[in-house]
């Protein structure tokens, strides 16, 4: 069974502390794997997709990459307004066609 | 442009009563996506859509639970029966297109509360 495990449940910054967020994933035939922000009350926020090893992108002050077992996002100067939770998802094989399973996500809070 | 959009926002009601919950995905979007999160959860998968057309309904948890899209837009899902355990955030999302690796775009949910 396809599994996404993300680490910490919670992680605590000071402002400018810099830091990463795990993805752990057991699929078979990964196709994709994504990142989304997620604010309290809010849908998922759709920030990067990574389809091979060794594949990175950045957006401000996050970079993500992807090994064949994990991904990590790192957070470079985090800003309070950088506090929310952070999911991981996994598209993978042909027989679960375009469904995204997702990890339980990563709760961050960014302290002034 | 305007994102995702799902109705009603909040919705309360009682075990046993029927709901339907609304989708209204990206305009020109052909793939709509039903996703289903619990306090503390990732969003788990419902069912799919491209077009008309459930491509995928394997997560529909039992037959309480159907989705419909008929003219390939807007989508309703819809809970008979609702039990306690039904309270969750429904979220939706669209992709231009049912194709590998695609983006899916949210909505901001509706969150069901059933008494």
């Known amino acids: 069974e396809d599994q996404v495990t993300q680490s910490p449940e919670a992680l605590r910054l000071q402002e400018g502390e810099s830091s990463s967020l795990n993805c752990s994933y057991t699929v078979s035939g990964l196709r994709g794997l994504f990142w989304y922000r997620q604010d309290p009350g809010k849908g998922p926020e759709f920030l990067f997709t990574l389809y091979s090893a060794g594949e990175e992108k950045e957006k401000e002050r996050l970079k993500a990459t992807l090994t064949k077992k994990e991904s990590f996002l790192h957070i470079t100067a985090p800003k309070p307004e950088d506090s929310a939770t952070y999911l991981c998802?996994?598209?993978?094989?042909?027989?679960?066609?375009?469904?995204?399973?997702f990890g339980a996500g990563t709760i961050l809070r960014v302290k002034s | 442009g305007a994102g995702v959009s799902q109705t009603p926002s909040n919705k309360v009601t009682e075990k046993g009563k029927y709901v339907e919950l609304r989708c209204d995905p990206i305009s020109g979007h052909t793939a709509l996506y039903w996703y289903r999160q619990s306090l503390g959860q990732g969003p788990e998968f419902l069912i799919y859509?491209?077009?008309?057309?459930?491509?995928?309904d394997s997560g529909l948890p039992n037959d309480r639970f159907f989705a419909v899209r008929p003219e390939g837009s807007v989508s309703t899902l819809k809970i008979q029966r609702t039990e306690r355990g039904d309270s969750a955030v429904y979220l939706c999302?669209?992709?231009?297109?049912?194709?590998?690796?695609?983006?899916?775009?949210f909505g901001p949910g509706t969150r069901l509360t059933v008494l």
């Open positions: 999302a669209s992709s231009l297109r049912l194709s590998s690796t695609d983006t899916q775009y």
């Open positions: 998802a996994v598209q993978a094989g042909r027989e679960y066609g375009n469904k995204l399973v």
């Open positions: 859509f491209q077009g008309t057309g459930a491509a995928d």
